[in-house]
């Protein structure tokens, strides 16, 4: 059982899906999994297991933030032997190549957290999706025929960024997304030689302004949740 999440040895799939939001986490398993049971309400945090087409399947809120993710992800790798981590989170938009609502699969994720910078001795460390998921979510999105873009986003540390330059010279290098969590899971499941891969919707739009609702985020981003699971289970 550990600190932070709690859940008994074999509460917890070997497949996990992880929204930051614990209230996304609950109408995702509700909505996505058959007999779910909730393993775990530690700090408000909500984990659920249950089964999507005879899959077995966990989805675990991970909060906001490369340090929150990071004690979770650590704790579900090395206490829970999950074996593939699939965040499911939203996004904001950098070009206008993206609209609100769109799917956005993330190959790599760029960052300005000094999280990397510490752990390789200030090398600049990129890390990457699995590319058997990368692939199948691809193939997922393109099957129903989502508005989607495969390609880099970009970690931050601050949702509130007063000095949006830094921003748009990564979107001018290809980045079309900020959020605030991939590059740690990234570096995370390089680290314990897991798989790893982010679907993020994009929620708001920091070039044209458009959002959606705390309500909206919360419960109709159910695109990225079918790309995610038909990326676990693409045989199902």
């Known amino acids: 059982?550990?600190?932070?999440?709690?859940?008994?040895?074999?509460?917890?799939?070997?497949?996990?899906?992880?929204?930051?939001?614990?209230?996304?986490?609950?109408?995702?398993?509700?909505?996505?999994?058959?007999?779910?049971?909730?393993?775990?309400?530690?700090?408000?945090?909500?984990?659920?297991?249950?089964?999507?087409?005879?899959?077995r399947v966990s989805i675990q809120g991970t909060g906001m933030g490369v340090p929150s993710i990071s004690i979770y992800v650590n704790e579900l790798f090395k206490d829970y032997g999950v074996q593939t981590a699939i965040r499911v989170g939203s996004a904001g938009g950098l070009t206008k190549a993206v609209k609100v609502r769109d799917i956005v699969i993330a190959m790599s994720a760029s960052t300005d957290s000094s999280t990397n910078r510490r752990e390789m001795n200030d090398w600049d460390y990129a890390p990457c999706a699995n590319f058997e998921l990368l692939r199948d979510a691809a193939a997922s999105a393109v099957k129903h025929n989502f508005p989607h873009h495969v390609c880099g986003v970009v970690t931050s540390d601050r949702f509130y960024a007063t000095d949006m330059a830094p921003l748009m010279r990564v979107a001018e290098h290809g980045h079309v997304a900020v959020e605030m969590e991939a590059s740690a899971l990234?570096?995370?499941?390089?680290?314990?030689?897991?798989?790893?891969?982010?679907?993020?919707?994009?929620?708001?739009?920091?070039?044209?302004?458009?959002?959606?609702?705390?309500q909206e985020r919360e419960q109709t981003f159910g695109d990225m949740m079918t790309v995610a699971l038909e990326a676990a289970f693409p045989n199902s």
């Open 186 to 214: 990234y570096t995370l499941a390089a680290r314990y030689g897991r798989r790893a891969l982010a679907v993020l919707t994009i929620s708001d739009h920091l070039v044209t302004g458009a959002d959606t609702t705390s």
């Open 1 to 55: 059982m550990s600190i932070h999440i709690g859940a008994k040895e074999g509460e917890i799939a070997e497949t996990i899906l992880l929204p930051g939001d614990p209230q996304r986490a609950k109408w995702a398993a509700e909505t996505f999994l058959e007999d779910a049971v909730c393993y775990t309400k530690v700090r408000g945090m909500l984990g659920f297991t249950g089964t999507y087409k005879g899959n």
